[in-house]
């Protein structure tokens, strides 16, 4: 049992500190940071570096003492490159993530304060609100009108209601007075202890479930089907080249050692590395424009966003309610019915929407004597709220909510102080007032109320024979810039797709007002009864949504996705978290609750549709980036890794030394680690793109061979004009491959013409360095160690020429086959959106 003091005030700083260090961080998930040791070891053990090292170790046993300790150096730097750079990478990520960590209301020292939620500790005292994400297993000490939806614990859809009652017996998620850490606050407030964190909670075991079993992002799925096509290649060259050898009676300790660096110039290892920093930039630069990414796979996704889902509130509007007009049911109750409304949004303890907001803003009637005695949530079925209050002998049932759920539950009206029959006449009369306010843009909710007994607890079931009070509007007027940012969306291939709670005449004219189409909305009700197939149909070609639940959300992302959309949501609510989950980037704003927070891979510190524009084009610079590597490193490599191994089959000595082929891929990679930085063409901004792995295949196999030429006419200039000897030739083909492959970044990195695509400085100055370097390399002190001689000056002259051919011709094939990519990934969106709708099923 806790000390009392504890329970009551908090923990001190010095005991919660010590017990941080007795049970660990509070994260489910906790994985704990490799050390710096071990992340270097991480790269040795890949196969191709253990063979490496053990050949040249075996090297050096027989003498070849320089050409170990080279190899060996090149491994060592290429490790230590990546390492730096990853390592770079991840600490700008981990001081973005910190700034959206999650957070608890916590008592230390007796104060409250925000602490990150990975801090607390057992016995920790919590208070909780609607909105709110438990953090961790708690017994409730206080609680008032708290609900808790626990799905993610027992699978139940409604929210169940807790109280602080002695604990006893059970320990259960269904025990009324415990709280578990992946549940969240509906409605109420409470005061808890902590009683475990971290992977001690009951959600703990289940999270390690749901982790493992994560579903592959689409860049995931890509860098995978990459990586099993490189492994193949590279064993395929492996063991063609160490049959060969053997065949031709060749050493084979060398030829090992041939085999396996031509493979390890083959693999691009430093696609990781790459990739990381790439994203990271990405990361980093999107939160200069305010867009906060928890998730670095999230930025391949939200770059590859065609269809964006969003509710209208706050998006197309500012989200600001205010009441423009109160309108009575009968004369003289219009500060009846604000007197109503006001006690119900004082005494919610549900998330306040925008609409409370705007009524508590407004002067009211005094009501100093009323005593909230219970209270019935809002939910997506019955679109209303009921508060009971007490003021001296009367209790008074209030609710308030969609008007003609609340017309629904009336049987009377206010008239002057009375109630009056609600008749045919009466409500055609109400409705037709709801109507005509909601064709001008205005949300009206309604109010009703009815005395009932005293007593301690309250259902929908009291919800009945109310008197009507009357109307409340209120107004949200369009943002000043919707119209535009909606237009530049479209322009870069977003469509973006309204999801509204509000009535079909309020979104109509909300989105008519913003330029959005809203020809044919649909409803809720009309999807209800349609199969996956003909929804997914249906929202393809409609804009706006209305009357939409939470579940009825849920199935149009999931239609969506089906007709391979890549779907992005923005949700702030509590009942926004599953459509998060669902869609393919969920995302969310700074001020939204906890629980639509956590559920988000993309945080917006901004709620406006522009910031979210900008994080998607920073999505798209990061795709093309990546692909620029993937294309280089397969293409040019794989060019250079076949002259290699048709050299080797065909010369009386080896084309190039081990040696000599790690410090060339080295050189090579070195120039490519500033891609991060580099432009990208409007041609892979302007549209989604999508990972497809046939296009790196095709690049390879047209621009490889194309390098292979080049290299078989060095071959035939440095045998035929200049009767090269080992060493020459060794010297000759390092610098020409080094030239050609490090050059060809200008061409390959644009998808046009490369004299009107200007590259990074910094790629610039890494490309022309790792020139410098390689030709400058035969004419230093280092040379002869290297295996290297000084070139003749009319090689090198010769060699500009061929250079600038080699381009050429690279440039010819690009542009065909990217070209034919392009064609077919703009195409295949416009078909996407083109497929005929199917007749409707008579059930989902």
Request: aromatic share 6%; net charge neutral.
């Amino acid at each position: 049992m806790l000390p009392v003091d504890y329970a009551a005030h908090g923990l001190t700083s010095d005991e919660a500190e010590r017990r941080l260090a007795d049970v660990g961080p509070n994260d489910p998930l906790a994985v704990a940071r490799e050390s710096a040791l071990r992340e270097f070891a991480e790269p040795f053990a890949n196969p191709l570096i253990i063979t490496l090292l053990l050949a040249s170790g075996i090297s050096a046993y027989v003498g070849e003492v320089t050409s170990a300790a080279i190899i060996v150096l090149m491994v060592l730097l290429s490790v230590g490159l990546h390492l730096t750079q990853t390592y770079r990478s991840r600490r700008a990520v981990d001081r973005l993530r910190v700034s959206v960590a999650p957070t608890a209301t916590v008592e230390r020292d007796g104060a409250w304060g925000e602490l990150p939620r990975r801090l607390l500790v057992p016995g920790d005292v919590i208070r909780l609100t609607a909105g709110d994400l438990v953090p961790a297993d708690a017994r409730l000490v206080e609680a008032k009108d708290l609900h808790v939806h626990q799905a993610a614990l027992t699978g139940e859809a409604l929210p169940v209601e807790k109280s602080a009652v002695p604990a006893a017996g059970d320990t259960g998620a269904d025990d009324a007075h415990l709280v578990f850490l992946g549940t969240s606050i509906v409605t109420g407030t409470a005061r808890a202890v902590i009683t475990a964190t971290g992977r001690a909670t009951k959600y703990g075991d289940i999270a390690a479930h749901l982790a493992a079993r994560a579903p592959q992002t689409e860049f995931e799925r890509g860098m995978r089907s990459f990586s099993t096509f490189i492994t193949r290649v590279v064993f395929f060259f492996v063991f063609f080249l160490l049959l060969a050898s053997i065949a031709l009676k060749r050493d084979p300790l060398q030829s090992l050692i041939f085999a396996v660096a031509l493979a390890v110039g083959l693999v691009p290892e430093f696609l990781p590395m790459i990739t990381s920093v790439t994203l990271a930039n990405g990361a980093v630069r999107m939160a200069r424009q305010r867009v906060i990414v928890k998730h670095l796979q999230a930025i391949q996704n939200l770059g590859s966003i065609d269809v964006l889902c969003s509710d209208k509130t706050g998006t197309l509007t500012s989200g600001i309610m205010h009441v423009t007009r109160v309108i009575g049911a009968g004369a003289g109750g219009d500060a009846r019915v604000f007197e109503l409304a006001s006690l119900n949004s004082r005494f919610e303890t549900g998330i306040k929407s925008p609409l409370d907001v705007a009524i508590l803003n407004e002067p009211a009637p005094a009501a100093a004597d009323a005593a909230k005695l219970d209270e019935i949530p809002f939910d997506f079925e019955r679109r209303l709220s009921s508060i009971v209050v007490a003021r001296g002998d009367e209790c008074r049932l209030i609710s308030k909510g969609a008007p003609e759920s609340v017309l629904d539950r009336c049987a009377t009206y206010d008239v002057g102080g009375t109630t009056a029959p609600l008749d045919a006449t009466v409500r055609a009369r109400l409705l037709a007032e709801f109507r005509d306010g909601s064709q001008r843009g205005e949300r009206l909710i309604a109010v009703a109320s009815r005395t009932v007994p005293r007593r301690t607890a309250y259902t929908v079931a009291d919800e009945t024979d109310l008197a009507f009070a009357g109307l409340i509007a209120f107004s949200d007027p369009p943002l000043p810039d919707a119209a535009e940012t909606l237009a530049a969306m479209r322009a870069d291939g977003v469509d973006v797709k309204i999801l509204s709670g509000d009535n079909e005449l309020v979104a109509a004219h909300v989105c008519a007002q913003a330029g959005l189409a809203a020809e044919g909305i649909v409803s809720g009700a009309d999807i209800d009864s349609l199969s996956m197939a003909a929804l997914g149909a249906l929202a393809d070609r409609t804009t706006v949504f209305a009357r939409m639940s939470p579940v009825q959300k849920n199935r149009v992302l999931l239609a969506l996705k089906a007709r391979g959309h890549v779907v992005g949501f923005l949700g702030d609510g509590i009942n926004d978290a599953p459509a998060l989950h669902t869609a393919d980037v969920g995302i969310s704003v700074a001020s939204a609750v906890d629980v639509a927070r956590d559920a988000a891979q993309v945080v917006l510190l901004d709620r406006d549709l522009r910031v979210l524009h900008k994080g998607i084009i920073e999505g798209r610079k990061a795709f093309g980036n990546v692909l620029k590597y993937l294309l280089m490193g397969t293409s040019s490599n794989f060019g250079n890794m076949f002259s290699m191994a048709v050299a080797a089959l065909v010369l009386p000595f080896l084309p190039m030394l081990p040696p000599q082929i790690l410090l060339n891929n080295f050189l090579y990679d070195a120039a490519q680690i500033t891609i991060p930085t580099d432009h990208v063409d409007d041609v892979l901004i302007r549209m989604p793109r999508r990972w497809d792995m046939r296009l790196v295949r095709r690049f390879m196999v047209a621009v490889g061979p194309v390098s292979s030429i080049f290299d078989f006419v060095t071959f035939w200039i440095l045998l035929t004009m200049f009767r090269a000897a080992e060493p020459t030739f060794h010297t000759g083909w390092f610098v020409e491959s080094l030239v050609t492959q490090t050059l060809v970044l200008f061409v390959i990195r644009t998808t046009g013409n490369p004299l009107r695509s200007r590259a990074s400085r910094p790629l610039t100055w890494s490309i022309f360095g790792a020139i410098a370097l390689g030709v400058a390399l035969p004419f230093l002190p280092i040379a002869g160690s290297l295996g290297f001689t000084p070139l003749p000056l009319r090689f090198l002259l010769l060699l500009a020429p061929l250079t600038l051919a080699y381009l050429v011709l690279v440039q010819v094939v690009k542009a065909r086959v990217v070209g034919r990519w392009l064609a077919h990934d703009d195409a295949a969106g416009a078909v996407r959106s083109a497929i005929p709708v199917p007749a409707p099923a008579s059930a989902p």
